[in-house]
């Protein structure tokens, strides 16, 4: 990491005047560094951030499906003993738990992997490449359901993206 010939470790110019653990640090930082740069590196740590996100959400919104006793899955669980409701309540709430982390990890890396490699390609960070991704992101999704669907997809991911880039990019 250089800032000019400023060493943030201390000192000015060269390493020669580092202590071992200092050249040390600055390896392990630069090696870090190197492997956030990488696509797959930010397509698997995406994916696993999106997966954590997705399961906690998902909870949280089974969690929701039961807070009244008039509709949703819990309307035939008010009438089974407690054991049974806690039982079938926490397997409902695992299952849709893990099928959003599912999803919300399978979005994150296939966006931010298409995002990475159209930033690569194009040598520019800029908002174009995340709307490019969230175009491409968004067909894959709704490939299977047609081309109508995939165009739909597209474009919303694509607007999505681009708002979330430009929000993020104001200065």
Known sequence: MSFGGFNPLGGRGSN???SPDDLRQQQIIKAMQMGMESC??????SGVAGFALGGVFGLFMASMSYDTPMSGPGSTLSSLP???????????????????AKNFGMVGAIFSGTECCIEGFRAKNDI???VAA????????AASAGPQAAAIGCAGFAAFSAAIDYYLRMD
């Open 40 to 45: 797959p590196a930010k397509t698997a740590l």
């Open 134 to 141: 969230g175009c491409i992101t968004g067909g894959a999704l």
């Open 82 to 100: 407690l054991k049974q409701q806690l039982r079938q309540g926490f397997k409902d709430m695992g299952s849709r738990s893990w099928s959003s």
């Open 128 to 130: 174009y490449n995340g």
């Open 16 to 18: 020669e005047n580092m």
